[in-house]
T-cell receptor, first 114, second 111 residues
């Protein structure tokens, strides 16, 4: 089946530790994204990548880092510099569709920092 | 700031049509209107998008007013599984890849 996978579904880390969230897609989409969602809120863009070996900061990039070495993969590292890392993290990829850019989402990773 | 305005919550009876409104009065001529929904603790699901014409797919219909300042998502025969938060989004003007998300509408389908 084609789709976007994120692992793990739940992740617990101690304060001060870096943690890397995985995102893989087999949809052959060029663009990929990372969002953060806090309870009762909409999504906020952390980073996005339009092509391999290139990525841009979103609205809330501070304390996060990404890499895009392969088209299929766009891992996100939550560093110890991120002040409030506990959140629901969503990865997406997109394809141009009838002039628009339609994003498709993975199931998400819920990160809890203790 | 979000570029759309939606009601916080709505109820609809199972089997009836659910009509979800969205205001986007500052939309630019080249911006698309997208609708997604999110069932609790899952990733958002794409529903439909449009520019100025009405659109229909297997999930829903999208009605955009002629001045493009508002739109309505229609779920023709709502089921209990349609209970979710529905987001109306306009694609960001400067960045073709930016979707600006508000808080959405919590739609509750009642038996």
């Amino acid at each position: 089946d084609g789709g976007i996978t994120q692992s793990p579904k739940y992740l617990f880390r101690k304060e001060g530790q870096n943690v890397t969230l995985s995102c893989e897609q087999n949809l052959n989409h060029d663009a990929m994204y990372w969002y953060r969602q806090d309870p009762g809120q909409g999504l906020r863009l952390i980073y996005y990548s339009q092509i391999v070996n290139d990525f841009q900061k979103g609205d809330i990039a501070e304390g996060y880092s990404v890499s895009r070495e392969k088209k299929e993969s766009f891992p996100l590292t939550v560093t110890s510099a991120q002040k409030n890392p506990t959140a629901f993290y969503l990865c997406a990829s997109s394809i141009e569709d009838r002039g628009g850019d339609t994003q498709y989402f993975g199931p998400g990773t819920r990160l809890t920092v203790l | 700031d979000a570029k759309t305005t939606q009601p916080t919550s709505m109820d609809c009876a199972e089997g009836r049509a659910a009509n979800l409104p969205c205001n986007h009065s500052t939309i630019s001529g080249n911006e698309y209107v997208y609708w997604y929904r999110q069932i609790h603790s899952q990733g958002p699901q794409y529903i439909i998008h449009g520019l100025k014409n009405n659109e229909t797919n297997e999930m829903a219909s999208l009605i955009i007013t002629e001045d493009r300042k508002s739109s309505t998502l229609i779920l023709p025969h709502a089921t209990l599984r349609d209970t979710a938060v529905y987001y109306c989004i306009v694609r960001g003007g400067d960045s073709n890849y930016q979707l600006i998300w508000g808080a959405g509408t919590k739609l509750i389908i009642k038996p």
